[in-house]
Structure formats: C-alpha cells, structure tokens
C-alpha cells in the first residue's frame, strides 16, 4: 500500500481522533471503503455528503471532512443519493474507547436516547445533560439528540425500503414523535419525501410475512464462518441454532421479543428480523452488529498482528476474523456462571434444562428457536437446585439476585473496570470478568491467559508453558490482544473449553447426570 493511501489506524491501532485534513483528502483520493463510517466528506457547492470511497471527483477546496453523519447533517449537508453514506459500517472508534464519549456513542446506538431522552443518557452515565453534551460535541461535533436523530433517519430509510408498512406506522416505528417531523427530517436528510424513497427502492425479495430483511454492511476481509463455529460450539438447544450457513436467535428487546437469521457473506450479513414491535428493529440491529463485531478495522488488527512472528501467519490465513460480541449481555452472564461451575456436556445440559422450565416462549419462533433464555429476576426467584449442584445454583441465584437488584449491570455504557470489579465481587473468577468484558462490553484488549484451549492453541504452536512468558508474548498484541485470543482459539474450532469448571461437592441431579 502506498504512503498516500496508508490508514490511519493501521501503525497506532487508534482512529482519526482529530480529523486532520490531509489524511482526510488522501483517503477519498484513495477510494478505500475501509475508510468508510471512519469519517465523512461533504462538498460545499452540492451540498451533500458522501463517505470516503463515494466515486465523485470534488474539488479539494470544495471539500469538509466531519467525524459522524449526525454532523455532517447539523452542518446543513444532504446524504449523497449515489453513495447511501448512512448504510457505511459504524466507526471502530467506539468500541476501542473505554471513555464517556465511547460509552455515550455505544449507548446512543442501542437507542437509549429515544427509548430514554437525553437526561436517561446522561442518567446512566452519571453526568449533567450539560456536561455530557459539551463532551460529545467535543469529540463528534455535534450533541447526543443529532446523532439520535441521524439514526432515526436510517432507521426509517431501512423501513421505506424493505416493508409495506404505511408512512405513519414508519415514522413511530423508527421514533419520530410526530409525521411532521418525520417528513422534515426525512427531507433534510435525503433530499426526498418519504413516498419518492419507498418508490425508488428496488423491489424486495419474498420473504415471510412480518420479516423485515436488513442488509448490515462489513468491513472486508470479514470471516463470517468462523463466528458461525464459536456460535455453534456454545448453542443452546431452544434459543439458537445454526443450520446451512446461518445462524438464529432470539432477542429481548426493549418493547417486545423478537427472533433473528443472520447470514454471513464476505462483504455484508443478511438479517432477516421478526418483531414483536417494530420500534425495536435499530435497537436490534445494533446489537447483531455488536453481536457479529461488524464495526471493527480488520485491517488495523492485521497490520498490528502481522508484525509479530507467532501470528504473522496466522492473520495472514484468516485476516477478517472477529470477536464475538453479545446481543444479549445479561443472557451471556448468567450462562457463563453455568459455564464457570459445569463442564460440557453438563453445562449445555443445564442451560436447556433452565430455558425449557424457565424460558419464555417466542411468539413467532424461526426455526429451532423457540424460547428466550430466562431473565436473571426469574432465576432469582426460581428453586434452582432442583436442576443444578447446590454450589451452581447458589453462584447462579446470587448472580441473578445482583442483575434484578440493579446491583450488577453489563451495559454499552459500563465502565469496563468497574463492571470487571463487579463481576468478581459477585462470586465471578477473574477469568470469567473478563471474559464477559471482552464479549459483552467489547474491550478489544482481553487476554485470557488461563483458559484451556489457550494454553492447547499455544502448545500446538510450539510455545512454552507458564503464565509469565505468554504475558510477555501477549504485550506484543496490545491493543488488539482480544483479536490474537481469536486467532488462537481459531486453531481449534471444537475446543470449547474456555474455563476450567469447579469442583462440585454435592449431588448432581438427575438432569444432569443422565
């Protein structure tokens, strides 16, 4: 690659904290889509805006680069009909940062802000409204209700474009408060009334009645089989299942319940959703691109990783592999306190066992899911030793007494030290917190040390055994260490022993013991 076309973040593993207009204008010179959702042009004469790898020539004194689509739409800039820039991949930048705005901005994009307002956002985050804007304007240029607003304008696009829901059932649908302002915005954003959109969109494949079919871009390389493996080797029978290259699930979700196909493609994964509310569709894409880790830089990661010895081939085999996330992060803590405490297939056995006694039915099931896995105020209040040993059940009630109570929370918005403290005070090994950090909270820099099929992956590379020269290995990785577990637990794909369980002195029962 040539110095003028050289990302940013490939020698820092940082993006464009300060948009610096030089590397802005040599990447749309570039054309790269890795550039794309990193940042956005906007071109004073036209007045729209484009993403970086939009085809048109402008001037370069005609050109203004901004850090998010909200604020190149605050600025007065129309979206580019030709490039779509709103459908660009997410900025990788939030997921990196571990700060308030990085947090804000994860929150922001679960829907927090319609669901909650601006003071629920900055509720949850523990500052003023006034601070909290000052901060995000900082960072964005513009304040948490604009980037609010730009993603209700997508959402409402995605809804014109793949239903035959009528215009004002869209507009409560992607939570605009009134028709008025939805047509506004609908206008200022593309430059096109709500009907005109719905009419140009090409027409949509046949699908089941009720499934809404969402196309979620990606940055290549994306090596969506290998998310397909690690899902498989976790599954729990009734709530996922994986079946001719696709994987389904379902999902609670702020307003209802829903269920997911998601089907990897290597430049983009299909979604087909099914809602119980339709207010729910861009809070649950969002979490399936948390879930499939769609808004990473796999070039950043490679370039880093490819510079040490021990992974240089590795990435080089699979470069587009990506850290599974979690579309529901409360499901995910309480099966890894099942996975903590039970070996496989005794694990796998309680899980359905719970979700079959305790689990809530989906209204609409897709395939071979059926149930949504039970909620942590349920198991707090159900006789868990009925299906688990004593020391299970007792982590897993205490664990889910501590979700209920509000004592113990996995958000966007966690502060990803304190929830690791959390986690552990709540009866959670290290190994676990940080797992469940890694996953749920997407900290790009877990290193999992202890896990067996860690230290297996490195034996069968040759390394030696002992904590201290693996730690000193993995220094090598920051900040993408996360990214070289994946590589390593690539290795071997039916290993699924990430902890090693502990010891039960009583009884096993019946379920698990068949």
Not at 41 to 65: D, E, Q, W
Not at 389 to 413: I, K, M, Q
Request: glycine fraction near 6%; charge should be positive; charged fraction near 20%.
């Amino acid at each position: 690659m040539s110095d003028s076309c050289q990302h940013p973040a490939l020698s820092t593993g940082k993006v464009f904290c300060v948009l610096d207009f030089e590397r802005c204008w040599r990447a749309t010179l570039s054309r790269d889509t890795r550039f794309d959702g990193l940042f956005y042009s906007a071109v004073v004469t036209t007045g729209i805006y484009c993403r970086p790898s939009c085809p048109g020539c402008p001037k370069r004194k005609n050109v203004r680069f901004y850090r998010s689509a909200a604020a190149a739409q605050e600025a007065g800039y129309r979206a580019c009909k030709r490039c779509n820039p709103d459908a660009s991949p997410g900025s990788p930048e939030w997921n990196l940062r571990a700060d308030v705005v990085g947090r804000a901005m994860r929150l922001i994009a679960d829907g927090v802000c319609d669901r909650e307002g601006v003071a629920g956002l900055a509720s949850q985050l523990g500052y003023t409204t006034r601070h909290l804007h000052r901060l995000i304007s900082a960072e964005v240029g513009v304040g948490p209700q604009a980037l609010a607003r730009a993603q209700r304008a997508q959402t409402a696009r995605i809804l014109l474009e793949t239903t035959s829901l009528r215009i004002t059932d869209v507009a409560m649908a992607a939570g605009f408060s009134s028709v008025r302002q939805f047509n506004d915005t609908i206008a200022t954003v593309f430059d096109r009334t709500p009907t005109t959109l719905r009419d140009m969109a090409a027409s949509p494949a046949d699908h089941a009645a009720g499934t809404i079919v969402v196309r979620l871009s990606v940055r290549e390389p994306f090596d969506g089989p290998a998310l397909l493996r690690f899902f498989a080797a976790h599954a729990i029978l009734g709530i996922e299942e994986i079946d001719s290259g696709t994987y389904r699930r379902g999902l609670r979700l702020p307003h209802g319940a829903a269920a997911v196909a998601l089907t990897p493609h290597p430049s983009y994964v299909e979604a087909q959703f099914r809602l119980e509310d339709i207010r729910d569709l861009a809070t649950a894409i969002h979490r399936c691109r948390r879930l499939l880790d769609l808004d990473a830089d796999p070039l950043a990661v490679t370039e880093l990783l490819a510079s040490e010895p021990l992974m240089a081939p590795l990435v080089a085999a699979h470069p587009g592999l990506r850290v599974p996330g979690a579309a529901d992060p409360e499901e995910l803590l309480l099966r890894t306190a099942l996975r903590q405490m039970l070996p496989e297939p005794q694990c796998s056995k309680a899980a359905t066992a719970l979700t079959q006694r305790y689990g809530r039915p989906l209204l609409s099931p897709m395939g071979a899911v059926t149930h949504l896995f039970p909620t942590a105020q349920t198991l707090a209040e159900a006789p868990l030793s009925d299906l688990l040993p004593d020391e299970t059940a007792e982590l897993l009630r205490r664990v889910s007494t501590g979700l209920a109570a509000g004592n113990l929370t996995l958000s966007d918005g966690g502060d990803r030290a304190e929830t690791e403290r959390q986690l552990m005070q709540a009866g959670l090994s290290g190994h676990a917190a940080a797992y469940l950090v890694m996953r749920a909270l997407k900290d790009p820099d877990v290193f999992l040390v202890q896990a067996p099929v860690t230290s297996r992956a490195l034996q069968s590379l040759g390394q030696p055994a002992g904590l201290a020269p693996t730690m000193r290995r993995a220094e090598h990785w920051r900040p993408w260490r996360s990214y070289a577990l994946m590589q390593l637990w690539n290795l071997r794909p039916g290993d699924t022993q990430i902890f090693a369980p502990a010891h039960q002195t009583s009884p096993r029962p019946a379920i698990l013991a068949a």
